[in-house]
């Protein structure tokens, strides 16, 4: 079981339960990583703390232990630290041969070791995942399933906003119907920018 610090800056202790098991985060950036990580690739196992890495540093043996270990069913898993960026600016040359290590480790077995810093991780992107995520095993009514889907065909080039209007429904039963579709990817839009009324939707 990870041991987690009780108190230290910008910590935040959790789990969050995964479709692949739960996973345990210590701080804010740590847990946006696996929010976003379980949204993109829910298919993946995420694992806390997986490893204690023992090297040399100088005349020193010092450990380092990665903050998770991504699994993923058709691609090489990714060794990950989780860090601020100025935190390695701070601290690159103290953490520098504990990443060495880690990567080293990594190659070993067919894996990839990669950091991954708030640029990454806090962007519209995450944004989008932290909403649609608890709506991806909402119930869905397939006769407005079909309702969306014959609007979204019957325009050149369907919008959120677009097939909202065009819905002999309530808006409240639009919008949740709607949203839920892009939570399961039935409704395919750009997740990498904020969705609006004007984002472009297809159907897969």
Excluded at 153 to 167: E, I, K, W, Y
Aim: charged content about 25%; some cysteine; aromatic content about 8%.
């Amino acid at each position: 079981m990870r041991q987690i610090p009780l108190s230290r800056r910008s910590h935040i202790i959790g789990f969050q339960p995964l479709a692949t098991g739960t996973t345990e985060h210590e701080s804010a950036l740590e847990r946006d990583f696996v929010t976003l990580t379980s949204f993109l690739h829910p298919d993946a196992s995420i694992t806390s703390q997986p490893i204690s890495l023992s090297f040399r540093d100088g005349a020193t043996t010092r450990r380092y232990t990665p903050d998770f270990l991504v699994r993923h069913p058709a691609s090489p898993a990714e060794l990950i630290e989780v860090k601020y960026r100025a935190d390695l600016r701070d601290n690159w040359r103290r953490l520098k041969p504990g990443f060495l290590a880690a990567r080293d480790w990594a190659h070993e077995r067919g894996a990839v070791f990669r950091i991954a810093t708030e640029r990454s991780i806090r962007s519209p992107m995450l944004i989008n995942a932290k909403r649609l995520l608890p709506l991806r095993g909402a119930p869905l009514d397939a006769g407005v399933v079909e309702l969306i889907f014959s609007v979204a065909r019957s325009m050149p080039a369907p919008t959120f906003g677009g097939v909202l209007a065009g819905l002999s429904l309530s808006r409240e039963v639009g919008l949740a119907a709607l949203w839920c579709l892009i939570a399961r990817g039935t409704l395919r839009v750009d997740l990498s920018a904020p969705i609006t009324f004007d984002t472009r939707v297809s159907i897969i």
